[in-house]
């Protein structure tokens, strides 16, 4: 798959619908307008007790189930400082960081990032539920944006809104700016700028709103409604290999190139996260507290309403 397709809703209903691949990987944030083509098809790959709630909900569009979900991922903090990752509220986290010494730190809000970003604290704040109301329609709540707004402007000369060339996630690692905010992946870069030197490195999930019961995105295997038969048998067995502990616990510790640290993607599975590899891991132990509690990012109509919605949010947080 061409890279520049993974976010783009027409090329994924092509890739299925002219038979281009028998099974696709995508991110639940365009699940359901892709499931809506009518050019996927459904799983016969029973929903499993080993899932956790968050996914369950995903991979449900039209009381039908469409994916298997693969990979989770949410935003965290990440901090030599433990007052930030202590914070329970993005007030909290606001005068944390704000009590940092310069240089303190920066967080990415491009385009997809911006729209997520305030779904997350809108869940946090009012919701699951709430956050889908707002996001069909494109409502701009003076309340979350208000505190956005105050946690943005911690940030010095590492710009909130816009990239920067500079590795950030390097520059934390390294000691040169004081804490930072990711996906937990963002681990495995800052782990190897640190000369081995990380065992005051704190994470907890990012608050963005008025708790830490944030949103989780979801990675999904999608079939092709021309995958039938042995396609889809063979479909079966390969999300089942995807999904075994051993193959999870291979990728994520590394174990195809020694001497690196953890990948510290996040598995979409219970039975994963009780492999010892991760449960006697500090940062994945500390993040597996709130897997219970977190809620589904809407797999529907964020490419909808995502250009006009960033438009509005850019806007009122400038």
């Known amino acids: 798959m061409d890279e520049t397709d993974a976010y783009n809703v027409t090329a994924l209903q092509e890739y299925l619908k002219d ?14 307008d892709v499931i809506s083509s009518g050019f996927a098809s459904e799983w ?7 899932w956790w709630p968050t996914t369950l909900t995903t ?17 965290f903090a990440f901090s030599r400082t433990p007052t930030v990752t202590q914070a329970s509220s993005i007030d909290q986290l606001t005068q944390a960081v704000n009590s940092l010494p310069q240089p303190k730190m920066r967080v990415s809000l491009e385009s997809w990032d911006l729209i997520a970003t305030y779904l997350v604290a809108v869940a946090e704040t009012y919701g ?3 956050a889908k109301i707002f996001l069909e329609n494109e409502v701009v709540d003076e309340y979350i944006i208000a505190g956005l707004k105050r946690f943005l402007h911690t940030c010095n000369e590492y710009a909130c809104l816009r990239d920067v060339e500079e590795d950030y996630l390097a520059l934390f690692g390294m000691g040169k700016i004081s804490s930072a905010f ?32 944030s949103l989780i995105f979801t990675d999904v295997f999608v079939k092709s409604i021309h995958c039938i038969g042995p396609c889809a048998t063979a479909a079966d067995a390969f999300a089942a290999f995807m999904l075994q502990p051993s193959t999870y616990e291979y990728i994520l510790t590394s174990q195809d190139i020694p001497n690196k640290p953890y990948r510290y993607i996040m598995p979409a599975t219970k039975s994963a996260w009780d492999l010892p590899s991760l449960k006697n891991d500090y940062f994945y132990s500390t993040v597996r507290a709130n897997l219970d509690v977190a809620m589904p990012l809407p797999n529907y109509g964020i490419p909808q309403h995502r250009i006009a919605l960033k438009e509005a949010l850019t806007n009122a947080l400038l």
Do not use: M, R
């Open 19 to 32: 038979d281009v691949y028998d099974l696709i990987e995508i991110d639940a944030v365009l699940y359901g």
């Open 44 to 50: 016969t790959y029973t929903p499993s007790d080993d």
């Open 59 to 75: 991979v449900q569009f039209n009381n039908q189930t469409w994916g298997v979900p693969h990979w989770l991922c949410s935003y």
């Open 128 to 130: 699951a539920e709430q």
């Open 182 to 213: 990711g996906f937990l992946e963002s681990l495995n870069t800052i782990l190897q700028n640190t000369n081995n030197n990380n065992n005051d490195i704190t994470v907890s999930w990012a608050p963005y709103g008025t708790s830490k019961k």
